[in-house]
């Protein structure tokens, strides 16, 4: 059973580069997150998508970008790196956007020099 | 502003029992839940509370009182797969996720 599966695993980046991350999930979920943890801090939500063909923007959109095509897949977009964007990042899903539990990938170490 | 405030580590001894603390001003509450983080890996579901009292699954329980903004999760009969982070997230009245920065716990034998 996959899950929720994200690519690559890892990264190094140099700055002014774009990227995109990728986050695909076998579940049948409709809302997926975006999420960079960083050392000291808690999870802090970059964009969210509660369904397909509809996404919002987080507590630190600045920067990235996603879009949801449809409701397997929700990529992330960073359009021109900064190393202030090295950080983990957390793609996770969940059935509704009520008090459903979140389901995690196994996320994406960046580092961008 | 929002903020959930958990200890940064604790210690603890195989066998023994550790409780750690989370507590909370958010903006409503729509629920508190608990997750599981080892080292380099995704977090993953360990509890949900909505109502105050102790819920308990296994030698996990986690208790939740509304009125104080407080929540605990209790690990009885450690094992050396319980060093972990333990994270703690309330939903707030829009829903949205607040994340504490999270407890490593730290099981020495």
């Given at each position: 059973t996959a899950g929720i599966t994200q690519a690559p695993t890892s990264q190094i980046l140099a700055a002014g580069r774009s990227m995109t991350l990728r986050c695909t999930q076998d579940m049948?979920?409709?809302?997926?997150?975006?999420?960079?943890?960083?050392?000291?801090?808690?999870?802090?939500?970059?964009?969210?998508?509660?369904?397909?063909?509809?996404?919002?923007?987080?507590?630190?959109?600045?920067?990235?970008?996603?879009?949801?095509?449809?409701?397997?897949?929700?990529?992330?977009?960073?359009?021109?790196?900064?190393?202030?964007?090295?950080?983990?990042?957390?793609?996770?899903?969940?059935?509704?956007?009520?008090?459903?539990?979140?389901?995690?990938?196994?996320?994406t170490q960046l580092s961008v020099l | 502003g929002q903020n959930i405030d958990q200890p940064t580590e604790m210690t603890a001894t195989e066998g023994a029992i550790v409780q750690i603390n989370c507590t909370y001003q958010t903006s409503g509450f729509n629920g508190l839940f608990w997750y599981q983080q080892h080292a380099g890996e995704a977090p993953t579901f360990l509890s949900y509370n909505v109502l105050d009292g102790l819920e308990e699954k296994g030698r996990f329980s986690s208790f939740l009182s509304r009125s104080k903004g407080y929540s605990y999760l209790l690990l009885k009969e450690l094992q050396m797969k319980d060093s972990a982070s333990?994270?703690?997230?309330?939903?707030?009245?829009?829903?949205?996720?607040?994340?504490?920065?999270g407890t490593k716990l730290i099981i020495k034998p």
């Open positions: 049948r979920h409709n809302a997926m997150y975006w999420y960079r943890q960083d050392l000291g801090l808690g999870l802090r939500l970059i964009h969210y998508s509660n369904t397909a063909g509809t996404t919002g923007k987080g507590e630190v959109p600045d920067g990235y970008s996603v879009s949801r095509a449809n409701t397997d897949d929700f990529p992330l977009t960073l359009a021109s790196a900064v190393p202030s964007q090295t950080s983990v990042y957390f793609c996770a899903s969940s059935l509704g956007t009520g008090n459903e539990k979140l389901f995690f990938g196994s996320g | 333990y994270l703690c997230a309330v939903r707030d009245s829009n829903y949205q996720l607040i994340w504490g920065a």
